[in-house]
């Protein structure tokens, strides 16, 4: 089964640090992007959302698509220790169409 | 509060014998999915239902059952034949139809260790 590709991390940044994650995604068909962020023994939770290209701020998040290179990126500023969880980014793929996530990038905010 | 109920948080199963992962959603979607995770893996699918009586295998289906005689229940049977059942697993759902911009929605997992 092919997997996303993203920055595999782990990553480790100090509180108040901009933090870039990225990943690159291989269905150019794929039209709409999401970011996943997972605790540590829970359930991904839905953290952004965009339907085109260019940048989707929300708070201290933005992300930004690139769809030319199949890019995909998500920006944390002023990061925080509660910022600290692993990061998804699915892609639809496959046959029947089922979303497909890889090993996701964890981030360690130190206080 | 909408959502989407796991349980048992945690459960272990002993040799030979089959277990049931329960997962309820209140969010009225058709769509409904389980997935394995394993330490330091990525999520991979295991079974997926778009509507009631009806449900597909995924990557994984090997050694799992699930049934969908209702919309808000999608129940996962891990059977004895599943050689490795110790992972994480969870359960989402979705509004439904495929190739559409759903967006997924999980529960809080389980953790299935083997005794």
């Known amino acids: 089964q092919k997997e996303v590709e993203q920055d595999p991390g782990p990553l480790s940044v100090p509180e108040g640090a901009i933090v870039s994650l990225n990943c690159t995604y291989s269905n150019s068909a794929f039209q709409y992007f999401m970011w996943y962020r997972q605790y540590s023994r829970k359930g991904p939770e839905l953290l952004m959302y965009t339907y085109s290209s260019g940048n989707k701020e929300d708070g201290r998040f933005t992300a930004q698509v690139d769809k030319s290179s199949k890019y995909i990126s998500l920006f944390i500023r002023d990061s925080q220790p509660s910022d600290s969880a692993t990061y998804l980014c699915p892609e639809r793929l496959g046959s029947q169409g089922n979303l497909i996530f890889g090993k996701g990038t964890k981030l360690s905010v130190k206080p | 509060d909408g959502g989407i109920t796991q349980s048992p948080k945690y459960l272990f199963r002993k040799e030979g014998q089959n277990v049931t992962l329960s997962c309820e959603q209140n969010l009225n979607h058709d769509a409904m999915y389980w997935y394995r995770q394993d330490p330091g893996q990525g999520l991979r699918l295991i079974y997926y239902s778009q509507i009631v009586n009806d449900f597909q295998k995924g990557d994984i289906a090997e050694g799992y059952s699930v049934s969908r005689e209702k919309k808000e229940s999608f129940p996962l049977t891990v059977t004895s034949a599943q050689k490795n059942p110790t992972a994480f697993y969870l359960c989402?759902?979705?509004?439904?139809?495929?190739?559409?911009?759903?967006?997924?929605?999980f529960g809080s997992g389980t953790q299935l260790s083997v005794l």
């Open positions: 989402a759902s979705s509004i439904g139809g495929k190739f559409t911009n759903e967006k997924l929605f």
